[in-house]
């Protein structure tokens, strides 16, 4: 959405050439193989993993690191090479997300007043979802494992307050 924000505001006459029904179609078959590939490489390597003792999670929802921390072995390895590959995959959308942003702004600063506003308020509900997204979600990730009740509500605003907002940001932006 990003990118077709900032080929909208950015390059609007070339906007029809750009965002192709091709170009569509390859950043949602993209979007799709990374994340099937990165969870499945998560769940494969937790489902090899040997489990004994209590099975009680001090959480809402099965997260991965959580699971972890059942298992009857060291996991610092598994955790961190989860960590590191969700963490250049969310830091990289970020990124994307980011410096798109920034290239929009300037590109608003340098031109009319009637367009500039049209152009923002075009791009604040979707900076609102993503800054909704990634900001528990970056909390969450970040901080050492522990049962913290901050955890387990940022979790549930990410998880579920998140979504639940999407539609009414959007409706009330149209």
Sequence with gaps: MSFDRYIAICKPLHYASVIS???????????????????????????????????DIDSFFCDLPVVFQLACVETYVLGFFMISTSGIIALSCFMLLFNSYVIILITIKNHSSKGSSKALSTCTAHFIVVFMFFG????????????????KILSVFYTIFTPIMNPLIYSFRN
């Design 21 to 55: 029904p091709q170009v569509c179609v390859a950043l949602v078959v993209a979007s799709w193989v990374v994340g099937v590939l990165h969870s499945m490489s998560q769940v494969i390597f937790a489902l090899t993993l040997p489990f004994c003792g209590p099975n």
């Design 136 to 151: 528990p979600c970056i909390f969450v990730y970040m901080w050492p494992l522990s049962s913290f009740l901050v955890d």
